[in-house]
């Protein structure tokens, strides 16, 4: 013991609580070592789940959408089986846990929703997955195709292949080049550029989506078209509504007078035989037209168009809608528009228009395009409505085509009228495209080597569907039977008021209308197409008031459907050449002398039409105009 140093001492027993101090900053110093340890374990375990996610999606993206394994149960690297039971025991917070459990069930799910994969078979090859859009992408102008299938089929990679073919190739060829490619999924969406109006033009090709199965290209899908053309329509105005329904066949030689005034014409239609447009010439007033499509440059004939500047401008100029009908008048200095089965063997004045070879192809749609981009301005007129070719189901009288099946005959058609409805709704987007039909409706009759109306309207209907559904209308031919026949109204036992009837006149025009109400013939839009009455007459060759009286019938009944768009009374004037067959249809003689039908025609849409119409109850055998309508 110590004295004298003035401080006191401390007993001996302090001591510990100084070691027990230094041992609370050692605990700390650990805890934070376990705390570093355990994050670090923590960044490890989720680097892994991120590594197994990540794969999870790349193994979805480069093997699911082409895999050709079914799709297993997925479990997570032993590492994180390993770690998760730890974090169970309570080394990592809740929150934590959940995070990483929902992470491994994301993987688990994304392995899951890999499309299944088939074996194709030769069979359903064709048919194993569906092209579901074909369209012009409104946005980028390219060609957005659109394939839809449960599941991918097996093949040697694990891409789909896109495909331009021609409107006449049946499959693709071995030399073909695909355009587009993409992954293989359940829906998948292809793209490649349209080309527009260069040698290149994809405008009328069809389309079809392959894969490479034993190093060959494999159709797995049926061909589509492209379906809206009008996306790329440099004429975009709308439609022009007529004032009414009442329309007619016009005489050229009259167009100049006020005759079509007088009698307040609404709607006119025109014929344009197309061999008559082509090729050069030699005036100076009238020069040839160099018109270049797609790469290659046509001549049309300056005067030739020059008439039908003056025609359809004229209509134009009198606020009269006007329908233009083509017709495919051979000419043996272009024999490519005509179809190889009619180049031979046929005394009718058109033929089947050349879907069916590359220049036939490239003819129609240059002549397509020329005409809607010359008649969709107001410099030399406009037309609304084009009709491709005339009667169809006539194959020996108005569209010649050596005699085929059905559906053979109906297919080529349909080719055609593909590139000109394509060609004209690409430049003008309001414009409608009419098949044309005549009054034969459903005779069946034994060794017919032509076609029932409504034989060619199903098949027409079904082809065109399957292959692209597009807005085409039916312009039909309601004349009376026989033709020299005036009275509408007379019964027949060809005319019945079911979809069985043999033939289609204004009495059973109701057949018609509902015929095209059926949901397989509605637009896409649920629409009822437009139906459009281009041509049907009635003959003076009995008496001028039984015509008269029958155009007034004719009229009414069509004026009762809000479907028909149109009624176009053949014709103007008297034609020599029909006279002498009993078929005086004009609202004129030859010489120009008006009939009674000529003011029945002039007021018909007035509302002064029941003094011009009365006379014609006693004929027909009612007392209300409403007893004619079903």
């Keep these: 013991m110590k004295f004298g140093t003035g401080k006191e001492q401390k007993p001996a027993g302090d001591k510990p609580v100084k070691i027990k101090k230094v041992r609370q900053r050692v605990l700390k110093k650990d805890e934070k070592a376990n705390m570093k340890k355990m994050i670090m374990g923590l960044a490890v375990l989720l680097g892994i789940v991120l590594v197994v996610a990540v794969g999870a999606v790349i193994f979805f993206a480069f093997s699911g959408r082409g895999g050709e394994e079914q799709p297993q149960e997925v479990k997570l690297p032993e590492t994180v089986e390993k770690i998760i039971p730890q974090v169970k025991e309570g080394e990592l917070g809740k929150s934590v846990l959940d995070h990483i ?15 299944r994969s088939h074996e194709l078979t030769e069979g359903d090859s064709a048919d194993f997955a569906s092209i579901t859009e074909c369209i012009i992408d409104p946005e980028t102008k390219k060609i957005s195709v659109t394939l839809e299938g449960d599941g991918v089929p097996k093949s040697d990679d694990k891409y789909y292949y896109l495909f331009a073919l021609n409107t006449y190739d049946t499959e693709i060829g071995e030399n073909s080049d695909y355009i587009s490619r993409d992954y293989k999924d359940n829906k998948t969406s292809l793209s490649a550029a349209l080309n527009y109006n260069l040698a290149g033009s994809r405008l009328y090709k069809k389309f079809v989506v392959a894969v490479k199965k034993d190093g060959k290209y494999v159709q797995v899908a049926p061909s589509r078209y492209i379906t809206n053309p009008e996306a790329i329509a440099k004429y975009s105005s709308v439609y022009h509504q007529p004032g009414s329904k009442k329309g007619l066949l016009v005489d050229p030689n009259r167009l100049r007078g006020n005759e079509l005034d007088d009698l307040g014409v609404k709607q006119a239609a025109y014929n344009v035989p197309v061999a008559r447009l082509l090729g050069p010439t030699t005036s100076a007033i009238y020069p040839t037209i160099n018109y270049t499509y797609n790469g290659r440059t046509y001549a049309f004939n300056g005067q030739v168009v020059a008439e039908y500047d003056l025609v359809f401008g004229t209509l134009t100029a009198k606020g009269i809608t006007t329908t233009a009908i083509i017709l495919n008048n051979y000419s043996s200095a272009y024999p490519q528009l005509t179809h190889p089965q009619a180049r031979s063997g046929s005394t009718a004045p058109y033929c089947m228009f050349n879907g069916a070879e590359e220049s036939g192809v ?48 109906v297919a080529e058609y349909a080719k055609a009228f593909r590139v000109f409805y394509t060609a004209i709704k690409s430049v003008s987007s309001s414009a409608r495209v009419y098949i044309s039909l005549d009054q034969q409706w459903d005779r069946n009759l034994k060794n017919n080597t032509n076609y029932d109306g409504r034989d060619i309207l199903d098949v027409f209907n079904r082809q065109i569907t399957a292959k692209g559904n597009i807005d085409w209308g039916v312009a039909q031919h309601p004349y009376n039977v026989p033709l020299t026949e005036a009275r509408t109204w007379a019964s027949s036992r060809y005319v019945k008021h079911s979809a069985d009837t043999s033939m289609l006149t204004m009495a059973n025009i109701e057949v018609l209308v509902n015929y095209m109400k059926q949901p397989q013939f509605l637009t896409d839009s649920g629409e009822v197409r437009s ?36 009624f176009l009374l ?3 004037t008297d034609a020599p050449e029909e006279v002498a067959q009993g078929l005086a249809f004009g609202l ?37 105009w409403n007893e004619i309508i079903r």
């Design 101 to 115: 459990t929902t992470a491994g069930d994301a993987v688990r799910e994304s392995f899951g929703r890999r499309p």
């Design 362 to 409: 490239e003819y129609m749609a240059a002549i397509g395009s020329f005409l809607a981009e010359r008649y969709s301005g107001d410099k030399h007129g406009r037309i609304s409505n084009w009709v491709i070719a005339n009667e169809v189901n006539a194959r020996k009288e108005w569209n010649y085509m050596a005699h085929t099946d059905t559906e053979t005959y």
């Design 531 to 566: 139906i459009l009455l281009s041509e049907q007459g009635y003959t003076s060759h009995a008496g001028e008031a039984y015509q008269a009286a029958a155009f007034a019938y004719a009229y009414y009944k069509a004026a009762a459907y809000d479907e028909i768009d149109g």
């Design 570 to 572: 053949n014709r103007e």
């Design 588 to 624: 004129t003689n030859s010489g120009g002398g008006q009939k009674q039908i000529y003011n029945v025609f002039k007021y018909i849409d007035t509302p002064s039409h029941g003094e011009y119409t009365e006379f014609a109850k006693s004929l027909i055998g009612i007392s209300n």
